[in-house]
């Protein structure tokens, strides 16, 4: 069985652009999480989505963003990219509503 | 505010040491606790918590809660240099779902 998978794994963006990271969970997973994970520092919620339907939202602005598609894959969007955003964006799925997480590799993105 | 402590924050201990990683807690609605070990990208799980008292256990990898304390260990006996990683704790909030994990123990074990 494939795991948690995200896509690409490493990205360089200018400030101000936008950017896409996409994850396809663990066949059978319906629950799809989305965490940033600075330097140093442990993973911080972003988003869960459940069902396609959004179930948790973390402490970050309106310029992220995200969704989840019927075949239960995700997208995380972040829009007038700063330099803070740097980092490792990190997806889990999970069977049940965030009960148990399997992580992805995770996409490492740079701005400059 | 939900707040997560580990400590220590590193440790550096030579092979066949046993070493104790905690993880104290302040949650509201308190659902379960993981455990992971994150040696490059991925967090691996290692443990999830949702019962005081009972000692869960994986080879050299043991961990036990403590609802009343607020508080989680991860005990590792016998290291060795492939336990060298950040442990992250992370207990769950009900409602929202989301796991809040705390800044991680650098473990580097020495050959």
């Known amino acids: 069985d494939a795991g948690v998978t995200q896509s690409p794994t490493h990205l360089i963006k200018t400030r101000g652009q936008h950017v896409t990271l996409r994850c396809s969970p663990i066949s059978g997973h319906k629950s799809v999480s989305w965490y940033q994970q600075v330097l140093g520092q442990g993973p911080q919620f972003i988003f869960q989505?459940?069902?396609?339907?959004?179930?948790g939202r973390g402490n970050f602005p309106d310029r992220f963003s995200a969704r989840q598609f019927p075949n239960y894959s995700s997208e995380l969007n972040v829009n007038a990219l700063l330099l803070g955003d740097s980092a490792l964006y990190l997806c889990?799925?999970?069977?049940?509503?965030?009960?148990?997480?399997?992580f992805g590799s995770g996409t490492r993105l740079t701005v400059v | 505010e939900d707040k997560v402590v580990q400590s220590p924050l590193s440790l550096v201990v030579h092979e066949g040491d046993t070493v104790t990683l905690n993880c104290s807690y302040e949650?509201?609605?308190?659902?379960?606790l993981l455990w992971y070990k994150q040696e490059k990208k991925a967090p691996t799980f290692l443990f999830m918590l949702t019962s005081s008292g009972i000692e869960k256990k994986s080879g050299r990898l043991s961990s036990i809660l403590d609802k009343k304390e607020l508080f989680s260990i991860l005990n590792i006996t016998a290291t060795q240099t492939g336990d060298s990683a950040i442990y992250l704790c992370a207990p769950q909030t009900s409602g929202t779902y989301k796991y809040i994990f705390g800044t991680g123990t650098r473990l580097k074990v020495l050959a």
């Open positions: 949650v509201t609605n308190f659902r379960s």
């Open positions: 889990a799925s999970s069977t049940t509503e965030g009960y148990g997480y399997t």
């Open positions: 989505y459940y069902e396609k339907e959004e179930r």
